[in-house]
């Protein structure tokens, strides 16, 4: 059976809609947040471009093109301007919204006259970039903590990487050429699209649903799982003990703890043994967290830890810093073929250096972790310090 693109383009509509129904119905379910609303946009965008598809198809309109090629964008974008907000950061609505303005209006300065891939090359490089920075977002942020985060990210980057292609083949052979329509063409890019949208609709809803849960969790004041403070009872403690403590001109260190392991060992093992593993890991941590000191779990993160150490300065931190390596090299978790040790990468925060704001040292402390991981793991990085790393 051989379907024309007419018929693949109401199919493809359909599936679209299908998708995008059910994301909104399952967030707008709960109570919405910037994410949702963020998702929802890009949801809709792919219902305008199908029915701009659809209108183009019927009767071809240089406006209908348009309109599809800034939807077509905007689902991209919008996609990243969620994952942004997932992971605590400005969603940075207006640049999404201005690259698919881009795509449109270049279709609208061509004018009618234009064929139909006028400014066809700006709507594939917003989709390919759109999709990229998505994927990777997802996978330097929180969201890979979950499998269905990188589920999402897979599809995406698979949806980048072909866009990619065709741009390439777009420049090079043209959109009339044999290579364009057999390779990239758009019988093909519709059954690609409707599998990558109709992919990360389940992806999204099984991400929200999982993280509606940690966050009812974490409500607690101490994780189930890993028997560290959750936000809602660590920071109101933690921002007494620094206010405390710049009165009394005494020092302070905040610290990062993030296992280096664990989003291996999920995509691996499953989530099980990932949470297994995170669990030693609070463990661990608390056995050498001092008797005055504060240790939390970073809830958007999922998998990191924070611990506030009293009266200490950066010298003394790096120290107990040893220790807790030392300690987790001693603690080892079972897999199913084998045991392993899970190391750490820890960032240091110094009140003398970054001052007595909770959301400073902890940024500080967030920047050296992350410079800890970047340079191997199983490091200890002072913000602010000249040394830099210190290894084990």
Known sequence: MTLDPLTLDVVAGAVVLLSATLFVAEAWSRRAQAVDRLWSLAFAAAIAASLATLADAFQPSWVARALGNAAQVAVLWFMWSGVRACGGRRPLVGVAVGAAAVAGLGV?????????????????????????????????????????????????????????????????????????????????????????????????????????????????????????????????????????????????????????????????????????????????????????????IDAPHGARFEVLLRDMGAAEAEEWAAGLRTEFLHATFELPSSRVRVTVSIGLASSLDHGYDLATLRAAGQRAAREASEQGGNLTVTAGAGAGALAL
Do not use: K
């Open 108 to 296: 609208l300065a061509v004018g009618p006259a234009g064929d139909p891939w006028a400014a066809g090359g700006l709507m594939l490089v917003g989709v390919a970039v759109g999709a990229l920075i998505s994927g990777v977002a997802i996978l330097r942020g929180p969201l890979r903590q979950f499998q269905s985060g990188i589920a999402l990210a897979v599809l995406l980057l698979v949806m980048g990487t072909y866009t990619v292609f065709r741009f390439v083949l777009y420049i090079t052979q043209g959109p009339y050429s044999d290579a364009f329509t057999t390779y990239a063409g758009s019988e093909l890019t519709t059954l690609v699209v409707t599998l990558v949208l109709n992919g990360s609709a389940f992806s999204m809803v099984s991400l929200r649903v999982a993280q509606t849960t940690r966050s009812v969790l974490l409500r607690h004041h101490f994780d189930a799982a890993t028997g560290a403070r959750t936000p809602a009872s660590f920071e109101p403690r933690a921002l007494d003990a620094l206010r405390d403590a710049e009165e009394r001109g005494r020092q302070m260190c905040f610290v990062v703890v993030e296992p280096d392991d664990v989003t291996a060992i999920r995509l691996a093992f499953g989530g099980n043994y990932a949470d297994e593993a995170l669990a030693l890991c609070g463990e661990t941590v608390a056995m050498v967290v001092p008797p005055r000191g504060l240790i939390g």
